[in-house]
């Protein structure tokens, strides 16, 4: 993070971790366009070249699932070769969750190192004192979702000892209510289950994709983030029932983690006409004043 972006101007200090969000990059081998409509390799490249437009050294960027549509180990070597050498350029881990449309051998085989097998891909990651627990919550050969007993009591064992800044869960179904009909199908099952796993613990937020539109909301008590997708989105902008992929929309979140709270910021994948008023400069000429000739500067309207 640039000196300029770390300028603290208001009751807030810097945040302590930073964290990129993706989701539902839907990965196909070859040359092929998702539905024979979405450039899904295409409109991933754009999404990481937004991702380094941002000048920040994040602390993880997290991919909540559906890296592939159709599983394909070549899928995944693509994968790997879009993203590796950014998260290497921007000095940021890479934390892979599997999504329904997913397979679970060659995810493992591919982007892991691990053998090829249909065991859970579940990982604990420490971020410099923030925790970050992937879950799975695919089931092999369907698209809802669902978490068994021995995972939930293995989650259970992780968080039993709490960590310094807390603990994030990255899955891919999210633990929400949809306004989508489709989506409940397909939503992830018996979710009280999961309630009971984290109550009491120092869980702090959820990293979720599927929904392919971004929204947020609260489970048990905690904050439920969902990205929505670098392949193509949902175009709410039509009937509930009549929802249907767009290719608009893209976006990804940056993830801040205060002391005290996470913000969950959408970062649109578009381009567009910006102003130029604000800089680094302009920040910098701000961080030079004191608090009092800052107000006078920026706060104070014209005339008043």
Not at 48 to 56: R, S, T
Not at 191 to 217: C, E, F, K, M, N
Not at 235 to 241: C, E, G, H, S
Request: charged share 20%; net charge negative.
């Amino acid at each position: 993070m640039t000196d300029a972006a770390a300028a603290q101007f208001g009751q807030y200090p810097p945040a302590r971790r930073t964290i990129l969000h993706v989701s539902d990059t839907h990965l196909l081998g070859g040359d092929v366009r998702l539905g024979g409509r979405f450039d899904t390799a295409a409109n991933l490249r754009r999404t990481l070249d937004a991702v380094e437009a941002l000048g920040i050294r994040p602390d993880a960027i997290v991919f909540t699932g559906d890296l592939t549509d159709l599983g394909e180990p070549e899928a995944y070597r693509a994968l790997r070769a879009s993203v590796e050498p950014v998260a290497a350029r921007i000095g940021a881990p890479i934390v892979w969750v599997a999504g329904n449309h997913d397979e679970r051998p060659a995810l493992r085989a591919e982007l892991l190192g691990l053998e090829a097998t249909e065991e859970p891909v579940t990982a604990v990651h420490d971020l410099d004192g923030l925790r970050l627990i992937v879950l799975d919550t695919t089931v092999p050969g369907w698209h809802h979702g669902d978490l068994d007993d021995a995972q939930l009591t293995w989650l259970q064992g992780v968080l039993a000892i709490p960590a310094p800044l807390g603990t994030i869960l990255a899955m891919h179904h999210p633990p929400l209510p949809s306004h989508v009909p489709l989506f409940d199908i397909l939503e992830l099952r018996d979710q009280p289950r999961l309630a009971r796993a984290i109550a009491g613990t120092d869980v702090r937020a959820i990293l979720a994709g599927h929904l392919h539109y971004s929204t947020s909301g609260t489970f048990a008590g905690i904050p439920v983030s969902v990205s929505a997708a670098t392949c193509y989105t949902m175009d709410l902008a039509r009937p509930a029932a009549e929802v249907n992929g767009m290719d608009a929309g893209q976006s990804f979140h940056l993830v801040h983690v205060y002391d005290d709270t996470i913000t969950h910021s959408v970062v649109p994948v578009v381009e567009a006409t910006t102003g130029d008023f604000f800089s680094a400069e302009w920040v910098r000429t701000m961080a030079a004043l004191t608090p009092a000739e800052r107000l006078e500067a920026f706060s104070r309207k014209p005339g008043r």
